[in-house]
């Protein structure tokens, strides 16, 4: 069954819709979940009072936000099971802390999009904010598991303290992508800016274009094959982002570090740019 | 049962269960991932010496393989799960980890998984690292042309050993022709291997011998230069005898590689498994 709330809201505060959940939301009567509430400032609103509920029997298990979806906070936070889609925008801390499931935002994404993700998927069609599966403000944990495809751009801090898991970019992300990376794997299809890996302790950074030098603490390693980046080709193909087949034939630069933390990093740099 | 006039004998193969495993072994060509295959297969004819059965299966598409790079399975055959576990940590750490360009990915689910890329991470002496992806494990172990990639885990699967086929005929040249071809036969068919050297066994055994030691000796009945010293199988005319060995993931495999003509059983004390040649050349519509 297919549940669709369409989303009309006259304010500029940001809605928290924490707690929407596909697997608390389906079970449920039309009439109870307009009864169900969000918070916009600090009042609680009902569902019926800013939103329209409809239900489709016949279709694909799944939650849909509809409507002015850009100004909604805390989409998917905390998911659990099911399939969650946005049509449009999403606002700030979208997929936080997901431990299954999945979240499709068809337009782009706010600040700390699957930050300390845990599991499952989450895939966004246009461009993403800050914070991409990084580690909440006071946390130190980014990701530790699951999966963000990005098919746009990504914003500062991408994948910082990242632990486990898959981040693909197909834009380019901003400064400080992989900062303080602990394990994992982040590909940026596009080109990466300054300030790189900073910090990085294991994990793997893959850029196609990685514009200036990286920091101090990484050493060149010289041409690399990238046996094991192949392994990812499959998956990307499925989920429609494959890689450049210029990526599987040519030698790849490989950088380790960043020495000035645990230096077991790798940073593979397709081209280089100034 | 006669075809094209080939006499059939009215007798059963016999064969008892295995643990297999299916190894996708991967590498920059087609010719280097055979030649890994086949050193991982050295040495691995019969499980009464060598401790487990090996074959190098069917050449696998780049497009099915995990990295995308030209394939080749070999499938490994062992009498425990625990035999089949020392057997593959061998295999793969002495004969492929060392072939160049290699990569080894496991090719089955199995009731069981034995670690093994768990366990040779360590000849990366602490550079070793790994990539979780969809819930398996992938050890990146650097080698001196690269990396070797090898799966973490890999199934260990209920598959049937020992199905048997033994070609009786006039020439030894002919009868030669006729196993070397049919062993062809048997490699085609997916999920079965013919362990012995190009499939063919020139040395059939029988369990046990007169000396109290010797777990298994000559099968003196398809012996032709013993004709006159012991009971035989072998017809008057006839100049030497092949036995085909067949392993396999399945019981339905084994038996689909078995479109022969006689075959060697221990009146049912072997294994538990039988194939009966007439029902097979019957099903399979080979005597119209």
């Given at each position: 069954m297919r549940i669709t709330l369409d989303f009309h809201i006259e304010t500029d505060l940001p809605v928290d819709i924490k707690g929407l959940l596909p697997s608390k939301v389906l079970p449920l009567s039309s009439k109870k979940i307009e009864q169900l509430q969000v918070a916009i400032g600090n009042t609680q609103l009902a569902l019926h009072d800013c939103c329209q509920v409809t239900c489709s029997v016949d279709a694909t298990d799944e939650l849909v936000l509809a409507g002015d979806t850009d100004r909604l906070d805390d989409i998917g936070n905390g998911m659990d099971a099911g399939r969650l889609v946005v049509r449009g925008d999403a606002g700030r801390y979208a997929g936080v802390e997901m431990s299954s499931g999945e979240l499709v935002i068809s337009g782009n994404a706010g600040d700390y999009l699957g930050a300390a993700l845990k599991d499952g998927m989450v895939r966004v069609s246009g461009n993403a904010g800050d914070h991409c599966g990084a580690c909440l403000p006071g946390h130190k944990d980014g990701m530790t598991g699951g999966t963000i495809f990005v098919a746009g751009n990504a914003g500062n801090g991408a994948g910082a303290a990242m632990?486990?898991?898959?981040?693909?970019?197909?834009?380019?992300s901003g400064d400080y992508t992989a900062v303080n990376l602990r394990a994992g794997t982040i590909i940026v299809m596009g080109t990466c800016s300054q300030n790189a890996g900073l910090g990085m302790r294991r994990g793997s950074l893959v850029v196609g274009k990685l514009q200036g030098d990286l920091l101090a603490g990484?050493?060149?390693?010289?041409?690399?094959?990238?046996?094991?980046?192949?392994?990812?080709?499959?998956?990307?193909?499925?989920?429609g982002m494959p890689l450049p087949k210029s990526w599987l034939k040519d030698n790849w630069q490989r950088f380790s570090g960043d020495r000035l933390s645990l230096g077991k990093g790798e940073v593979l740099v397709h081209e280089h740019i100034e | 049962m006669q075809i094209k006039g080939v006499t059939i004998e009215d007798t059963f193969a016999e064969a008892f269960p295995m643990w297999a495993s299916r190894l996708v072994i991967t590498a920059?060509?087609?010719?280097l991932a055979q030649q890994a295959a086949q050193v991982g297969a050295g040495l691995a004819t019969s499980i009464i010496g060598c401790g487990c059965e090996v074959g190098v299966g069917a050449a696998i598409d780049p497009a099915q393989t995990p990295d995308s790079r030209p394939g080749c399975e070999l499938l490994v055959f062992s009498y425990s799960p625990e035999k089949?576990?020392?057997?593959?940590?061998?295999?793969?750490?002495q004969a492929?980890?060392?072939?160049?360009?290699?990569?080894?990915?496991?090719?089955?689910a199995g009731e069981r998984t034995a670690k093994i890329g768990g366990k040779l991470r360590y000849f990366g002496d602490g550079f070793q690292s790994s990539k979780l992806l969809d819930g398996r494990r992938y050890w990146r172990v650097p080698v001196s042309d690269g990396e070797f990639v090898v799966e973490e885990s890999f199934g260990l699967a209920q598959g049937v050993g020992g199905g048997n086929l033994i070609l009786i005929g006039r020439q030894r040249n002919l009868v030669l022709a006729a196993a070397e071809a049919a062993a062809e036969a048997i490699c085609r068919t997916p999920g079965t291997i013919a362990p012995f050297p190009g499939g063919v066994c020139r040395s059939p055994s029988k369990i046990g011998a007169k000396y109290k030691n010797v777990r298994a000796s000559t099968n003196d009945v398809f012996c032709p230069t013993l004709r006159s010293r012991a009971a035989t199988k072998l017809p008057p005319e006839a100049e030497a005898a092949y036995e085909l060995v067949i392993d396999g993931l399945t019981q339905e495999g084994v038996g689909r590689a078995m479109l022969v003509i006689s075959a060697g059983n221990y009146g049912g004390k072997l294994g538990p498994y039988q194939f009966h040649l007439h029902k097979i050349l019957t099903e399979m519509g080979a005597c119209a």
């Open positions: 632990r486990r898991g898959l981040l693909v970019i197909g834009g380019n990484f050493s060149p390693a010289g041409l690399a094959d990238i046996e094991w980046l192949r392994l990812y080709r499959n998956k990307l193909n499925d989920l | 920059d060509t087609p010719h089949l576990e020392e057997v593959l940590f061998q295999r793969i750490g492929i980890l060392p072939s160049a360009t290699s990569a080894c990915f496991n090719g089955i």
